[in-house]
């Protein structure tokens, strides 16, 4: 049997499912679904490298052959054929280290730390409304503080979170175009605020209704559309709103609803789901929101995936509110201080804050569910039982 060049054009033509050496470590791998690939195995300093030349037909025998014999003659000079093959298509596309390039990758690279694997585009949208439009094209290790300044000084004040977290993730950028042997300056970032200067910019917090006004306003909901009903749960049970519009039915057993670990903020890296107590009135709420439910989602949006954030803001702007939904969970927490004895670490609880550090959360195996579960229905009571009319808070279209 010959050690090369075993296989013929015409085999490989109608070649069935499965492997075929052609010699020397080149195969050919031929799927169920008809495709075909060529492959080569090496060794390089005792160790097997495996590397994929193309597709049949796009590239033939006769120059899949040729070009297997040349990465052959790299291995055996004790270079390993990958690395050069990137390397060689790094120096061949000078693009591969622009900015826009190296923040793609850099993102791939973190996308397991992040929520939903980041396909929210949370992580990236700073970068790619402020900051690639102007700097995308320039190459990595070209970048300097200046150009960092000139493109986020016209945010810098006016915008002062989002030019924040541009500032922060160009900085793992830069870090990871480092990491990759690029000479990049790693102080540009830092060098930028310096020449930026602190910003004038002061935090707002988000407008939360006074919980002794909620009473009104969730009596106001009587409608049993999806978005009055998901206000209605998102009151009751103080969640942000991203896990309250993204409920799904099997998350709810009984009177507890269980959140996904990676659909909590702030809870980074937690491998535990978030236990929620339901009310009678949150429960009342979810049968009423049940034959709406579609896909599994318990507010779905008419045309796929569930209802926006926004659909529940504009609600209450055309209310002429100046509160927001994510203020109820200002309302909930200023309600357990002020009209309750719960200890601290319940209040914090009930709206899922982390607190203290990761030791001490260690040694206390508990998530408070129980005394949680009564504050929930005291809040609940509180919620339906509403005294007094309090007209300017509904206000008219």
Same mark, same amino acid.
């Given at each position: 049997?010959?050690?090369?060049?075993?296989?013929?054009?015409?085999?490989?033509?109608?070649?069935?499912?499965?492997?075929?050496?052609?010699?020397? #470590?080149?195969?050919?791998v031929?799927?169920?679904?008809?495709?075909?690939?060529?492959?080569?195995?090496?060794?390089?300093?005792?160790?097997?490298?495996?590397?994929?030349?193309?597709?049949?037909?796009?590239i033939?025998?006769?120059?899949v052959?040729?070009l297997?014999?040349?990465?052959?003659?790299?291995?055996?000079?004790?270079?390993?054929?990958?690395?050069?093959?990137?390397?060689?298509?790094?120096?061949?596309?000078?693009?591969?280290?622009?900015?826009?390039?190296?923040?793609?990758?850099?993102?791939?690279?973190?996308?397991?730390?992040?929520?939903?694997?980041?396909?929210?585009?949370?992580?990236?949208?700073?970068?790619?409304?402020?900051?690639?439009p102007?700097?995308?094209?320039?190459?990595v290790t070209?970048?300097?503080?200046?150009?960092?300044?000139?493109?986020?000084?016209?945010?810098?004040?006016?915008?002062?979170?989002?030019?924040?977290?541009?500032?922060n993730?160009?900085?793992?950028?830069?870090?990871?175009?480092?990491?990759?042997?690029?000479d990049v300056?790693l102080?540009?970032?830092?060098?930028?605020?310096a020449l930026?200067?602190?910003?004038?910019?002061?935090?707002?917090n988000?407008?939360a209704?006074?919980w002794?006004?909620?009473?009104?306003?969730?009596?106001?909901?009587?409608?049993?559309?999806?978005?009055?009903?998901?206000?209605?749960?998102?009151?009751?049970?103080?969640?942000?709103?991203?896990p309250l519009?993204?409920?799904?039915?099997?998350?709810?057993?009984?009177?507890?609803?269980t959140?996904?670990?990676?659909?909590?903020?702030?809870?980074? #890296?937690?491998?535990?789901d978030f236990?929620?107590?339901?009310?009678?009135?949150?429960?009342?709420?979810?049968?009423?929101?049940?034959?709406?439910?579609?896909?599994?989602?318990?507010?779905?949006?008419?045309?796929?995936?569930?209802?926006?954030?926004?659909?529940?803001?504009?609600?209450?702007?055309?209310?002429?509110?100046?509160?927001?939904?994510h203020?109820?969970?200002?309302?909930?927490?200023?309600w357990?201080a002020?009209?309750?004895?719960?200890p601290?670490?319940?209040?914090?609880?009930?709206?899922?804050?982390?607190?203290?550090?990761?030791?001490?959360?260690?040694?206390?195996?508990?998530?408070?569910?129980?005394?949680?579960?009564k504050?929930?229905?005291?809040w609940?009571?509180?919620?339906?039982? #509403?005294?007094?009319?309090?007209?300017?808070l509904?206000?008219?279209?």
């Open positions: 049997m010959r050690a090369r060049n075993r296989l013929s054009p015409a085999f490989v033509k109608k070649a069935p499912p499965g492997k075929y050496c052609d010699g020397a #470590g080149l195969w050919l031929v799927r169920d679904d008809g495709g075909s690939q060529w492959v080569l195995r090496v060794t390089v300093h005792g160790r097997r490298r495996e590397m994929g030349l193309g597709g049949y037909p796009g033939g025998l006769a120059a052959r040729d297997a014999e040349r990465w052959r003659a790299m291995a055996k000079q004790g270079r390993d054929p990958v690395k050069e093959r990137e390397r060689e298509e790094r120096a061949a596309r000078r693009e591969d280290i622009s900015l826009a390039v190296l923040t793609a990758d850099a993102f791939e690279a973190r996308k397991a730390e992040l929520k939903g694997d980041g396909k929210a585009g949370r992580w990236l949208s700073p970068l790619t409304l402020h900051v690639l102007k700097l995308g094209k320039v190459p070209d970048i300097d503080q200046r150009d960092i300044r000139d493109t986020l000084a016209p945010i810098w004040h006016e915008k002062a979170d989002t030019a924040r977290k541009a500032m993730r160009l900085s793992i950028v830069m870090k990871h175009a480092a990491a990759l042997g690029l300056d102080q540009a970032t830092e060098k930028a605020k930026l200067g602190k910003s004038r910019h002061v935090a707002k988000i407008p209704m006074d002794r006004n909620v009473p009104d306003f969730y009596a106001s909901l009587e409608e049993p559309t999806l978005t009055h009903l998901a206000l209605r749960l998102l009151i009751l049970t103080g969640v942000r709103s991203g519009r993204n409920i799904r039915l099997e998350q709810i057993e009984g009177d507890v609803w959140v996904p670990a990676e659909a909590m903020k702030g809870r980074k #890296g937690a491998t535990e236990r929620m107590p339901l009310s009678g009135e949150a429960l009342r709420i979810i049968d009423l929101a049940r034959p709406h439910a579609r896909n599994g989602y318990l507010f779905p949006n008419s045309r796929k995936g569930v209802i926006s954030d926004m659909t529940l803001s504009r609600h209450m702007e055309r209310r002429g509110l100046e509160v927001r939904p203020g109820f969970r200002s309302s909930l927490r200023t357990i002020e009209a309750t004895d719960a601290h670490e319940v209040a914090e609880a009930m709206l899922a804050h982390v607190v203290d550090g990761g030791t001490v959360r260690a040694y206390r195996r508990t998530d408070f569910l129980e005394p949680r579960r504050l929930a229905e005291r609940a009571d509180h919620v339906t039982g #509403g005294a007094g009319q309090i007209l300017e509904v206000g008219r279209e």
